[in-house]
Nanobody, 121 residues
C-alpha cells in the first residue's frame, strides 16, 4: 500500500504562483509515473500533468506554458509549479502515482487526499 502526502494548496490571486508537492511512501519497489489531476464540483477529474520515470512529461492544453511538473526519484516526490494562475484553475488537486509493489511486483495505483487551490482576488 502507498501513502501519498500532498502539501502546498491555498489561496492565490490571479496571475500569482503556487507550488504543490506530493511525497509517496510505503510498499514501493519503483514508481512508474507520477501526476497531478484536478476536479471541480460537478465535473470529472481531469489530468493536469504527468511525468514518467524517464522524465518525459505531458500537460493538459489548458496549463501548457504555465505549469511545470518535476519529480525527485530519490525522495519519491512529485512537484507541480503553477504560474500565471487563473480563476479557472481553481480546483481540488490530486496527486496520482503508479508504482510496482515491493511484495509481488504488481502495478498498483494510489491517490493523494487532495489539496484545494483557489485562485481569486
Amino acid at each position: 500500500q502507498v501513502q501519498l502526502v500532498e502539501s502546498g494548496g491555498g489561496l492565490v490571486q490571479p496571475g500569482g504562483s503556487l507550488g504543490l508537492s506530493c511525497a509517496a511512501s510505503g510498499t514501493i519497489r519503483s514508481i512508474d509515473h507520477m501526476g497531478w489531476y484536478r476536479q471541480t464540483p460537478g465535473k470529472q477529474r481531469e489530468l493536469v500533468a504527468i511525468i514518467v520515470s524517464g522524465g518525459s512529461t505531458n500537460y493538459a492544453d489548458s496549463v501548457k506554458g504555465r505549469f511545470t511538473i518535476a519529480r525527485d526519484n530519490a525522495k519519491n516526490t512529485v512537484y507541480l509549479q503553477m504560474n500565471s494562475l487563473k480563476p479557472e484553475d481553481t480546483a481540488v488537486y490530486y496527486c496520482n502515482v503508479r508504482y510496482i509493489s515491493i511484495y509481488d511486483g504488481r502495478v498498483l495505483e494510489g491517490w493523494g487526499q487532495g489539496t484545494l487551490v483557489t485562485v481569486s482576488s
